[in-house]
């Protein structure tokens, strides 16, 4: 089976933009979660979805969300981006409860 | 909410000693206790889980321990090699809820 994917794999954004970052999870998995990983703080959890609904959330301000389609490709939007939102952004998929999961390459976010 | 403290924070060894790093965690309705190995620019890959139902697992070189009373658990790989050179999370999921606390890594450096 393929591997997670994601995309875009770099961006760069200035202060202020919006930016959406695309996962495409292992065909068959249906629970996609998103992740956050920087030097300073480690793998943070953001979401995760399933069937097309938000399923768990982490503590991160609403300015980060997400959705899945009927495909179980899932996106995940930054809006109004500050600094510290400069990062790694994982995607992870797995069969159903969230365990077991296969990460993506990530989206390496850059704020300037 | 979860914490997950992971020690060490780096590791070095010689080529064919045994490596072990250990996690505690506060919930103890946490249930899933996997281990990732993130080689430097890759993905988190899952090399071995635990569920709270189980003491110990082995998968080759690879072992996990689960100490539910004192609430810790712990990675050991025996017969170290340089490819074994990465960073290294745990992970406990809460019970029921299915969202990940991750420790902060463990980076093992295997010298040839």
């Known amino acids: 089976k393929a591997g997670v994917t994601q995309t875009p794999r770099y961006l760069i954004k200035t202060r202020g933009q919006q930016v959406t970052l695309s996962c495409s999870p292992i065909?068959?998995?249906?629970?996609v979660s998103w992740y956050q990983q920087t030097p300073g703080q480690g793998l943070q959890f953001l979401f995760e979805?399933?069937?097309?609904?938000?399923?768990n959330k982490g503590n991160f301000p609403g300015r980060f969300s997400g959705r899945q389609f009927s495909n179980s490709r899932s996106e995940m939007n930054v809006s109004t981006l500050e600094l510290g939102d400069s990062a790694l952004y994982l995607c992870?998929?797995?069969?159903?409860?969230?365990?077991?999961?296969?990460f993506g390459p990530g989206t390496r976010l850059t704020v300037t | 909410g979860e914490n997950v403290e992971q020690h060490p924070s780096t590791l070095s060894v010689q080529e064919g000693d045994s490596a072990v790093i250990k996690c505690t965690y506060s919930?103890?309705?946490?249930?899933?206790f996997p281990w990732y190995k993130q080689e430097l620019g890759k993905r988190p890959q899952l090399i071995i889980d635990?569920?709270?139902?189980?003491g110990e697992k082995k998968d080759q070189r690879i072992a996990v321990t689960l100490n539910k009373t004192a609430k810790h658990f712990s990675l050991h790989i025996t017969e170290t090699q340089p490819e074994d050179s990465a960073v290294y999370f745990c992970?406990?999921?809460?019970?029921?809820?299915?969202?990940?606390?991750f420790g902060r890594g463990t980076s093992l450096i295997v010298h040839p």
């Open positions: 992870a998929s797995s069969t159903d409860r969230g365990y077991e999961q296969y």
């Open positions: 065909s068959g998995h249906r629970s």
């Open positions: 979805y399933f069937s097309e609904t938000q399923r």
């Open positions: 919930d103890s309705a946490s249930n899933y």
């Open positions: 635990i569920r709270s139902n189980v």
């Open positions: 992970a406990a999921y809460s019970g029921g809820s299915y969202i990940p606390t």
